[in-house]
């Protein structure tokens, strides 16, 4: 085999590739843009089951203190249905620290991520004694799955 065959050989191949990826890409490309919408949306609400999915096993970090519903059943922390725009420390009949009953904000997304991050970092002086989870990820995940009780 001389060089030129196998330059012929690995041009060829690389042809091969390119055509193949064009071909693949051919049904997205002659859809319609409704089409394209349906399947951009699919594939969204798929990435955010998955998501929502991931945060719900991480709630066993939760669970032991905080009730996913609103019961009579009480655990140490306030229940967390309904968490997102709700005013902190604000669940009748729970237990807050002077720290938190001090703060004044809402649990959004943005204050979620940072007390998940790290609960005394956002209110210093707090009772909770859980130390944070450090992967972003993860937060998004757990938070994506709050979102949903």
């Known amino acids: 085999m001389n060089i030129h065959d ?13 055509v193949l990826g064009a071909i693949a890409m051919l049904p997205r490309a002659l859809a319609s843009e409704e089409e394209q ?9 798929s990435e955010n089951t998955e998501l929502v999915a991931r945060g719900k096993r991480l709630y066993i970090f939760c669970q032991a ?20 725009d709700r005013p902190v ?11 938190l009953q001090e703060q004044d904000f809402v ?11 790290q609960p005394s970092a956002l209110v210093p002086g707090t009772n909770m004694s859980f130390v944070g989870i450090p992967g ?14």
């Open 6 to 18: 196998k330059r012929t050989r690995t041009v060829a191949g690389a042809l091969c590739i390119a």
């Open 37 to 45: 919408a349906e399947q951009d949306t699919a594939k969204t609400e």
């Open 65 to 84: 203190c905080h009730a996913t519903e609103e019961s009579a059943d009480h655990k140490i922390g306030p229940h967390l249905a309904d968490i997102i």
């Open 89 to 99: 420390a604000s669940v009748e009949d729970s237990t807050y620290s002077a720290a």
């Open 107 to 117: 649990w959004n997304e943005e204050n979620l991520d940072l007390w998940i991050k």
């Open 136 to 149: 972003a990820e993860l937060r998004s995940a757990l938070i994506a799955y709050l979102k949903t009780l």
